[in-house]
């Protein structure tokens, strides 16, 4: 034990950062400082004081003040680990792994459970199976840091089950800077490789097409007159114009064409002036990434055989996906002692252009079978916030914080296109035109947001304080989803020349009226249309206090009122035959914890804590959503309600040195009417719809450690290094329990209770959860040589992806091991600096592996991931 002499005001610092957790503002922004600026200890200086004990002089800042068991990414960990986006860089976080390369799954809980926070305000979803945003549309460039909170604090929303992510954009710098940086890099089995594409229009590479996938004149006629297109409510002239309208061979015809490199742009900038009412400061970030993603694999259904899984569907895929990022980031913010206001816009535009081809034995049919697609899919996310902190009192007594925010994420798919073939009997391959369809589905997600939260520091004594926080917040979420579906038909047949024909010389003009005709087979009864709401209302009150030396209690309740609505619609006029959905609850969420300083630089943390789980919007309508990726058909189930959850967490952490620590800790969850998936049986296709479970329950353990080291040695490649290694490791066991009178209520079952049994395997894992997590990061500095290299390896077991159809196995997806390799070192040059970065994916070739397996292994989604290099330079004005 060390004996510190200190100031008084480092004094306060020290113990303020103990009970500092009540001043935690959930959904807010952090204090002006970002993580990375916070990781200072405090400085020893004389006093005249006497002496005071102090047990933790090497505990960093967010540590200290944050009362949760918590992780936080820095500035600092964004840049040694290159990862592109916030999803890459909180897959490196200890309990935490990524599924589908965009949404965090925390402690083997599944996107459902977590929540994302901009600055601490929510934001919406453009994704249709989803409401959580997915992170991969938030690049590293317009982030300070991030926020893994594990426990619950009554600040927070009450909608938590493995933890919530708050995203710090970048703030206003303290000098004035501006930098230019370019990369370069490609793909083994992407990059100079003959891959499928399509033309699609003349500025697709802007990310923005010149409007040839806008929805046609003749056929937007159609879609607003309220009727279905067919026969019935058009005339032989009308369909045979809403047809003709339709962008032919552009969107239609797939080529081969060697893939280019990828390429990127990023300019980042930002200055400050004094003024007489603050500093006033403004940042920017704008960026452009252009990326291509080659697979080629295999894609397989399975059926029961004698008791064994045997393979019915046996498709040989490839494919080739174009994605384009646009983003930018402006902020302004205006600080003086007292006051700090800040207004933070972000825009991203995420498209991806694929092109996809799967062609094999179709059990269905008993024969072989191709089916060629197009699409664009455009993902937008704008979001505005404006925020103020403000104190008051003779030493910072009263604090009072208040933000405002406006969000909205939109996706549009145009011209989602299918086109079918089969075999004549000579091998060759012919249209089947009763499998081509094109469809049109726009999704527009906003909410409106806003709160304020009031703090009070009492002094205790001299050494020791309590704070008292109290606050509101408010938030409504509203989403409308529409999808309109057409296909070709040939009333009269084809001829042998027609079938065997090039895509676009079928479907062109001259074909159709005479030989082709449109028709809408948009789904009915509200299959194709819904409108989601979730109103949240919500105050919370709690007190951080050290309540005897190096003891603090963080203790409050949330009471939280949420109303949420899926209604759907029918876009024919008609009855949709559900009912809207309606959940209105109210609940009282109570959340404690209490950490022990008890050792130098060692704190007992202990946590308890009631949240909740709200089913998303699709999965409460009623609406069938085919999903490109898995080619996986999902029905909502209207009779879905929350999950109730109790969580509780113990950890031990020992920050040994600076920058330096050893932590452990063990955590428990208990679900009541947890939300899984279930397959519904329609032949050889796999279809999934939603329940809610009886009941399941989490639990596991999880360690990281950080260690610097440095040698002394003649050899300045030793000697100027220091060597890092950081490791984590966590294990988690679920398990779905379901006892002999448990009951659940299926979509088709009509609101009428079945046995859980029928859908529900006693004793399975929770979908999504992996047993084995685990990171490891090994690496070293040189100050002097102003460089930095670090390998990277990320291993995740396997985990449930989707369940069997009854009597089938679990669809199993094995993430394996990724390694990659990242280098970094700045330079001068004519007397500017400059900064060049070589980052190596995926060394080990890891491939990406979906399967079923019961006596034999099918393979359900198979391909080559490839490694991956960039290169990148960084100019610094």
């Known amino acids: 034990m060390k004996t510190v002499k200190m100031s008084l005001g480092g004094l306060l610092l020290a113990t303020t950062a103990l009970v500092a957790p009540g001043v935690a503002l959930a959904q807010t922004a952090p204090t002006t400082q ?62 935490l792994s990524i599924v589908e390369g965009r949404f965090i799954y925390v402690r083997g809980l599944g996107e459902r459970y977590s929540s994302a926070l901009l600055n601490g305000s929510p934001l919406p979803s453009p994704e249709p199976l989803q409401r959580v945003v997915p992170l991969d549309l938030f690049p590293s460039e317009v982030l300070a840091g991030l926020t893994v909170q594990k426990t619950y604090s009554v600040s927070f929303p009450g909608e938590f089950g493995g933890g919530v992510v708050d995203l710090h954009t970048i703030d206003t710098p303290g000098q004035p800077f501006f930098s230019m940086q370019a990369s370069i890099g490609g793909n083994t089995e992407t990059t100079n490789k003959e891959l499928l594409i399509y033309y699609g229009s003349r500025t697709d590479f802007t990310s923005f097409d010149d409007g040839t996938r806008d929805v046609p004149g003749a056929l937007q006629l159609g879609f607003g007159s309220g009727k279905r297109i067919s026969a019935a409510n058009f005339t032989a002239t009308e369909l045979r114009h809403m047809g003709q309208s339709l962008v032919n061979a552009p969107l239609r015809l797939l080529q081969r064409e060697t893939t280019p490199a990828n390429f990127g742009l990023r300019f980042t900038g930002g200055t400050n002036m004094e003024t007489g009412m603050g500093t006033l400061g403004g940042v920017f970030v704008a960026s452009y990434d252009n990326k291509w993603s080659g697979r080629r694999g295999v894609r397989q259904t399975g059926r029961i055989d004698s008791g064994q899984l045997v393979t019915a569907n046996d498709f040989d895929f490839q494919s080739n996906q174009n994605d384009l990022t646009l983003n930018f980031l402006g902020a302004l913010s205006l600080t003086s002692d007292t006051n700090t206001l800040k207004w933070t816009n972000l825009y991203v535009r995420n498209v991806t252009k694929e092109a996809r081809s799967e062609a094999g034995f179709d059990d269905g049919s008993g024969g072989q079978r191709r089916t060629d697609n197009t699409e664009w899919f455009v993902r937008q996310l704008f979001s505005t916030q404006l925020a103020g902190e403000h104190t008051f009192g003779g030493a910072g007594e009263w604090e009072f914080d208040w933000r405002a925010a ?60 309590a704070v008292f926080s109290f606050g509101v917040a408010y938030s409504d979420n509203n989403r409308e989803s529409e999808q309109r579906t057409l296909r070709f038909i040939a009333p009269n047949g084809l001829s042998a020349d027609q079938l065997e024909s090039r895509v676009d010389f079928l479907f062109a003009d001259i074909n159709i009226g005479p030989y082709l005709q449109i028709e809408e087979i948009t789904g009915t009864n509200g299959a194709a249309a819904f409108d989601g709401q979730l109103t949240v209302k919500a105050a919370y009150a709690q007190v951080a206090a050290e309540i005897i030396p190096l003891v603090n209690l963080n203790i409050g309740v949330r009471a939280e009122q949420g109303e949420q609505t899926v209604t759907p619609r029918d876009l024919f006029g008609g009855t949709t035959g559900f009912l809207p959905t309606r959940i209105e609850e109210e609940y009282i969420l109570p959340a404690g914890t209490i950490t022990w300083n008890f050792a130098e630089d060692m704190q007992l943390r202990f946590g308890a804590s009631k949240t909740i789980g709200r089913p998303q919007f699709r999965e409460l309508a009623p609406q069938q959503y085919t999903d490109v990726e898995s080619d996986r058909t ?17 950890r031990w952490e020992w920050y040994f040195a600076r920058d330096q620590y050893v932590t452990a800790g063990l955590f428990y969850k208990d679900l009541d009417k947890p939300i899984e998936s279930s397959v519904v049986d329609q032949g050889s296709s796999i279809s999934q719809t939603f329940l809610n479970a009886p009941n399941a329950t989490i639990q596991g353990a999880e360690v990281e450690v950080k260690k610097y080291f440095e040698f ?72 002097t040589a102003r460089s930095q290299a670090t390998l990277i390896a990320n291993f995740v077991s396997e985990r449930t992806s989707a369940r069997g159809r009854p009597g089938e196995p679990d669809l199993i997806q094995e ?29 080990l070739g890891e491939e990406f592996l979906e399967y079923q397996e019961l006596g034999n292994r099918v393979v359900i989604n198979g391909y080559e991931l490839g490694t991956s290099g960039s290169v990148s330079l960084t100019a610094r004005f």
Do not use: C
């Open 815 to 843: 993430p394996g091991v990724q390694l990659d390799f990242v280098f970094r070192k700045d330079f001068d040059y004519a007397g500017r600096e400059y900064g060049v970065a070589v980052e190596l994916r995926n060394l």
């Open 712 to 783: 002394g040695s003649e050899m300045d490649f030793i000697a100027n290094k220091r060597w890092l290694i950081q490791a984590n490791y966590t294990y988690s066991k679920s398990e779905v329990n379901v006892g002999s009178g448990d009951t659940v209520i299926t979509q088709n079952s009509l609101g009428v209770a079945q046995p859980a049994s029928f859908y529900v395997v006693d004793g399975s894992r929770l979908q999504g959860q992996s047993e084995h997590v685990a990171n490891l990061q090994l690496g070293w500095e040189d100050d």
């Open 406 to 465: 406006y969000a909205k994420t939109s996706r549009d798919a145009p011209y989602e296109s299918r086109f079918g073939y089969g075999q004549n009997v000579a091998g060759d391959w012919i249209h089947d035109i009763e499998t081509n369809a094109i469809s049109f589905s726009e999704l527009d997600d906003d909410i409106v947001s806003g709160g304020a939260d009031v703090s009070y520091t009492l002094p205790l004594s001299d050494a020791r304080e």
């Open 34 to 95: 970002t993580p990375a600026a916070q990781a200072e200890p405090p400085v020893d200086t004389e006093t005249d004081l006497g002496e005071v004990v102090v047990l933790g002089r090497y505990i960093p800042q967010p540590n200290r003040e944050s009362p949760e068991v918590a992780a936080f990414v820095t500035a600092e960990d964004l840049q040694r680990t290159g990862d592109a986006d916030a999803a890459q860089a909180l897959s490196r976080v200890t309990g």
């Open 634 to 650: 999902f029905i909502g189930n209207p009779y879905l309600v929350d999950t109730e959850i109790l969580n509780i967490d113990a």
